[in-house]
Every structure is written in structure tokens, then in C-alpha cells.
């Protein structure tokens, strides 16, 4: 079986693409979300990974060089498809508490303006897309450790037999064959309705399994290292107007907690294997011949999504809905310096990216994905809340291959839709609604403004910081001490103003408590809701 037919029998075998649809009175929404995506990845954000069909949306459309995530999967997402903090929701997996019966998301705001809702790739928030959160059709990829031979997947809610190894299966490419069906289902069933697909890839999170002709592309191009492969990031960044920052330091002491013991690690995966971010002028032959091999990994990971997006987008415009389709491509934390062996397990004579192996891509080569930024996936500094934020649209941005400097969340891509749809944010709210936290940032299409906003607020893991304007207050785990760093001149967060500016430090720590208690309040104060979990 072809990779590209594996879900053919319960999409059900369309007709090839149609022609000539009728024009919507409302855009279209296609959300594109990268799992474990850096910072710099893209061509178009410095980075050194081909992805020309991200380059082709970002020259004719925006750039925002200040989207923020909440530096972990299953919070963002929530965050995306609610428009409130996952703090206020407790949607996510990793929140714990009440999901407040008042809780709406994206489809359930979006259909009383007319609007079909569809699902493509990762799922993890509680909720089952079509029972539990409005989606009209739903091909949830539930097993994040197998690209090749995943065990949970859903159709419609429903579970599909687990993926065998003569299947031919590759999750990227199944995730863009299900947004593809669902485009074409809606063109020939539903052609005068708009639409909002929300496509989510797990790409590039780890294991870094990818196809071997996609790796051999880039078999070469990391042989520099980090170090330099960093630098030039910065450099590229720098041109192109994105950061006005110096280059982070290597943080040399910092990686997650739950990470494999370094011995343990090595053991199971190899004497090639790093389990820090040291400098690369520092590692073995043996070290920098396995560490590039994991960033070509990681690169072809990322190029493949890139490829199936194209195709994604060659629907679009088959059916004549490209023009007027709001596209907005974000990835959900910053890349992961988690070392980790799950699933499967690994198997240290299998070929690096296959099936069998289960590598991932470690603190040196996440550093330079997050660059120009401190740390990591899980870390609310720069490194690890940071996201690309493209936007095209045709019919509706005029402004070409430019940037938009104002920060912006992930709660904000809501009320932003329910905006470009004509509706009020937040009006499909029941009564005793806690208000959306997001603010349209429509406003900034037309013209480099800042949107409006008493705070971003960041709690994972124990890591917290709230930003109010320029000023940022940031703290690494339990107890750990506030840093205070002003992100106009310094995003890298490498000068330290707490002892300068000790009154805005305790400003900001005890507005960050005042939000933090309120968010926990708001939780416990909820009736639970009563849709259908996972």
C-alpha cells in the first residue's frame, strides 16, 4: 500500500480535486501548527532547513517576529482552539483541575457564523475533536512516538486499526492526505460555506524518524556544528530585520530534568551521543559525525512537512479557495532538548531516522534552532516560548514580505478569526464566561501596530514570567529566583536589570501572583464540564 492511500477507505475515494468553486463571503481559516518547530528554523526566519513553500507564503504575506507560545504541546493547543490561558481552562492534559463548563472553542465560535470546522494531525487536549470540541470531521493522530507505525488514531472519534510496517506509512504525509480529503469533501458537499481546517503536523517533534531520501538531502550541510550553524542564524536574522539582539550564550548547565541519565543515554544510544550544549570544537569525530547525522533528521523532518504543505496549498488553489484563505503557520513550543527513548525503544544498529531507532535531538542542536535565544521546549525564556507566526492572505493582506513587530499569544488566533470572520470575539461565550484572554491582532495586517494589552502570562512546568510591554520577568522552576530583562534591546535575555530595577521587578512578580491566583480561582470556582474526553 502507498503511503498516500492508507486512509483513503474511510475518507472515501473522491473524485480528483474540483474546479470553479463559488466564492465565499467570509475567508477562509487554515491554522498550521509545527510540533517542537525552532524559532529559526524556516528559510524565512534565518534558518537553514529548505522550506520554500513557508518562503513562498512568508514572501507574499507577514512575518511576526514576537508570537509566543506556552513553551509545551498539549497548553498550546488548548490555548489555540480556546482563546483563554491554559491556566483558566485546564483543557490541556497537563493542566490539572476542572475544565469550566463555560470553556468554547474554535468550531463552536465559528459555526454560528456560518463556518464548517475540520481537523487534520495531532491531538492533546482532553476533549475528542468532533464529541468534545465542534469539529465537523477529525483525523486525529493520538501516538506521537511512531511516524511509521503508529497504534492510536481516529477517524470522525472512532479508532483505526494500528498502522502495520507493509503499510507504508509516514505521519506527515498522512496528516496533509486527510487535509487534502477534507478540502475536497468540503469543495464538493458544502462549496458555498467557508471553512476552518486546522492542520497540525508532528513534525519535528521526536523520535526523529523521516524518509531516507528526504535525509540524504542534508547529509552534508551540518557538518559545521551548532556553533557556527548558530552564528550564521543570527547573522541571517539580523539582515533580515528580525532580531536586534546579540547571540545567547550556550547554557551549558541546562536541560530537562526527566532527560535519560547521561551514562544511561550513551549506553542505549551510543558513544556519538551529547547530553549537553558544550561547544562543538569540544566533541569526539565520533560525536560531530552522529550529531550532524540527527540534524539532517531533524531538517529533512521539517522539509517533508514543508513538502506536504505545498500540496495542501495546490488544493487550495484547485478549488479557487487560495486567494481568500487566511493562512497562519506557528509551531507550538520552542525545539526540544529532551533525550529521551520511548515506544518502541531503540535499536543502536538500526539506520538513524528509521523506524526501529529512537533519537532525539538534544540541548546542542535545540540551541541552535531556538537561536538567537536562551533555551529550550519547556523553558518560558525566549528560546522556549518564541514562534514564527506567518500570515497570508490574498484578498486581504496587501502588505508583502513584511514583518510586524507587535507581541502576540497563541489566545489571540481566535478572537483573531471570529474578527476576519465578522463576529465579535467572545460573543458565543454562555453567561459567566471568564472573557477571552487573546486580542485580535487583525489590526496589525494592514500596518505595524502594536495590539493593545494589560499582559502575556507564562506558567509551565514551574517556569513563570509575565511580560507587560517591553519588560520581562522570567524565573527557571520551583522557587527559582526572578530575572528581569527589558526584550526591546535584549530578547537573548543575557543582562539581568533585577538589581537596577528591584521596584519593577516586585511590580511584576506580584501582578504575575495576582494572575497566577485568579486562573486557579476561576478553576476551582467552575462547574466541570460535561463533554466527551479522550
Not at 465579535?424 to 495590539?451: C, E, I, N, Y
Request: net charge positive.
Amino acid at each position: 500500500m502507498q503511503r498516500r492511500n492508507f486512509l483513503r477507505t474511510g475518507l472515501g475515494s473522491l473524485a480528483s480535486p474540483l474546479f470553479g468553486a463559488a466564492a465565499t463571503r467570509k475567508p477562509n481559516f487554515l491554522v498550521i501548527l509545527a510540533d517542537d518547530m525552532g524559532y529559526s528554523d524556516a528559510g524565512c526566519y534565518g534558518g537553514d532547513v529548505d522550506t520554500p513553500n513557508l518562503d513562498m507564503l512568508a514572501k507574499n504575506g507577514l512575518r511576526f517576529t514576537q508570537m509566543y507560545s506556552t513553551a509545551r504541546c498539549g497548553p498550546s493547543r488548548s490555548c489555540i482552539l480556546t482563546g483563554q490561558y491554559a491556566q483558566q481552562t485546564a483543557c490541556d492534559v497537563m493542566t490539572p483541575g476542572n475544565v469550566p463548563s463555560w470553556t468554547r472553542f474554535i468550531p463552536e465560535h465559528l459555526k454560528p457564523l456560518g463556518y464548517r470546522s475540520y481537523h487534520s494531525g495531532k491531538w492533546h487536549i482532553r476533549f475528542r475533536p468532533i464529541a468534545g470540541t465542534g469539529f465537523d470531521h477529525s483525523y486525529a493522530l493520538l501516538d506521537q512516538d511512531r511516524f511509521f507505525t503508529p497504534r492510536a488514531h481516529r477517524l470522525d472519534d472512532e479508532p483505526l486499526p494500528a498502522v502495520k510496517p507493509e503499510d507504508n506509512f509516514y505521519a506527515t504525509i498522512a496528516i496533509a492526505d486527510s487535509s487534502v480529503k477534507w478540502l475536497q469533501r468540503h469543495h464538493s458537499e458544502h462549496p458555498d460555506d467557508p471553512f476552518f481546517h486546522y492542520l497540525a503536523f508532528t513534525s519535528p517533534h521526536f523520535p526523529l524518524h523521516a524518509l531516507p531520501e528526504d535525509i540524504d538531502k542534508y547529509k552534508d550541510r551540518f557538518a559545521e556544528g551548532w556553533d557556527v550553524a548558530r552564528q550564521k542564524r543570527w547573522q541571517r536574522m539580523r539582515k533580515m530585520g528580525l532580531v536586534n539582539c546579540s547571540l545567547a550564550k550556550l547554557d551549558t548547565e541546562i536541560w530537562p530534568s526527566w532527560n535519560l541519565a547521561s551514562d544511561d543515554l550513551i549506553r542505549r544510544i551510543g558513544p556519538g551521543e551529547v547530553t549537553r550544549a558544550v561547544p562543538w570544537a569540544s566533541l569526539t569525530q565520533e560525536q560531530k559525525n552522529f550529531q550532524r547525522t540527527k540534524m539532517a533528521i531533524h531538517a529533512a523532518m521539517i522539509s517533508r512537512m514543508d513538502h506536504e504543505i505545498g500540496r495542501v496549498i495546490a488544493q487550495l488553489k484547485a478549488m479557487n479557495a487560495f486567494d481568500d484563505t487566511v493562512i497562519l503557520f506557528i509551531s507550538d513550543n520552542g525545539a526540544s532538548a529532551e533525550q529521551l527513548i520511548r515506544a518502541d525503544g531503540h535499536d543502536p544498529s538500526a539506520i538513524p531516522g528509521s523506524a526501529k531507532s529512537h533519537l532525539c535531538l538534544g540541548p546542542g542542536w535545540s540551541s541552535s534552532s531556538n537561536a538567537p535565544f536562551r533555551l529550550h521546549k519547556s523553558w518560558v525564556h525566549e528560546g522556549g516560548i518564541s514562534s514564527p507566526l506567518i500570515a497570508h492572505w490574498p484578498n486581504g493582506i496587501q502588505a508583502k514580505n513584511q514583518l510586524r513587530h507587535s507581541p502576540c499569544h497563541f489566545v489571540d488566533i481566535l478572537p483573531t478569526l471570529v474578527d476576519l470572520a465578522g463576529g465579535k470575539p467572545g460573543s458565543a461565550l454562555p453567561q459567566g464566561a471568564s472573557p477571552l484572554a487573546g486580542r485580535s491582532f487583525a489590526p496589525a495586517f494592514p500596518k505595524d501596530v502594536t495590539v493593545p494589552r494589560d499582559f502575556l502570562y507564562f506558567h509551565h512546568n514551574n517556569n513563570r514570567a509575565i511580560r507587560v510591554g517591553d519588560s520581562k520577568l522570567v524565573a527557571i522552576g520551583k522557587g527559582g529566583p526572578w530575572e528581569l530583562y527589558d526584550l526591546k534591546t535584549d530578547r537573548c535575555e543575557q543582562k539581568n536589570l533585577l538589581e537596577k530595577q528591584p521596584a519593577k521587578a516586585g511590580d511584576l512578580a506580584a501582578l504575575w501572583q495576582k494572575v497566577e491566583d485568579g486562573f486557579v480561582k476561576t478553576r476551582e470556582a467552575s462547574e466541570p464540564s460535561g463533554k466527551v474526553r479522550m
